[in-house]
């Protein structure tokens, strides 16, 4: 499987829309609201095999960055493991 199918077609704007519809908007790095992306929980570029699946993605801040703290979640995140990351931006 391309690494272009995790990211255009159907099948991944129907998984990217479920994941939305189960999760919000709420990024889960950094805890806050207005998340547009789409952040795989295993990267493509560790296991490029994996299925289409919205329980294995997050929502996350993008290239536009949070509106709140200013990060931009799923870039900073890159290929690191999902415990090395999930913290909030700010001590709440």
């Known amino acids: 499987m391309s690494r272009l199918r995790h990211r255009k077609g159907r099948p991944y ?7 939305f519809e189960m999760y919000g908007t709420l990024c889960w790095i950094c805890g806050h609201g207005g998340a547009t992306d789409a952040d795989h929980l295993v990267p493509i570029s560790v296991d490029s095999e994996q299925p289409v699946d919205p329980h294995g993605m997050r929502p996350a801040h993008g290239v536009n960055g949070c509106p709140t703290c200013g990060r931009k979640c799923n870039q900073e995140r890159g290929t690191r493991a999902v415990a090395s990351m999930y913290r909030p931006a700010l001590d709440w």
């Open 13 to 19: 704007r129907t998984a990217r829309q479920q994941m």
